[in-house]
């Protein structure tokens, strides 16, 4: 091999181990890696920001349990105040700025719900385990 090769060889290799550091996605992500809902009684919530996106993206609820997504906004004018969860038939314009509530009804183990803005930019999945 040439020099001019094992330097293109190390340079890729630097390239693409910097772009997986740089976005931390190292292709290994699972379902234990959401945020857990906190549960009060028999009720579960989970409090997210919707701005430029929903945070948190994933989040693990438990399953039998009904969940609330309290959804706050501060200012967003962006396409994520507007939500949508074809799951449960949701479709919604959350507030300018506060909170809004959106309920989940209680499902089985192993299901995942996806929410999305109204154009499908920015997304979210709860599982339920």
Not at 29 to 44: L, N, R, Y
Not at 90 to 115: C, F, H, M, V, W
């Amino acid at each position: 091999m040439t020099r001019s090769t094992i330097f293109s060889i190390i340079f890729s290799l630097l390239i693409v181990s910097g772009a997986i550091f740089l976005t931390g996605n190292s292709g290994s992500a699972s379902v234990a890696e959401g945020v857990e809902t906190t549960v009060i009684g028999d009720k579960q919530y989970i409090d997210m920001v919707a701005k430029g996106g929903y945070s948190p993206k994933k989040i693990n609820a438990k399953a039998g349990m009904p969940l609330t997504i309290k959804m706050k906004t501060a200012n967003t004018f962006d396409c994520s105040a507007f939500v949508v969860i074809p799951a449960i038939s949701y479709r919604g314009t959350l507030n300018l700025d506060g909170t809004t509530e959106i309920p989940i009804p209680a499902q089985k183990s192993g299901t995942t719900i996806a929410g999305s803005c109204g154009m499908g930019m920015y997304g979210f999945t709860v599982n339920f385990l």
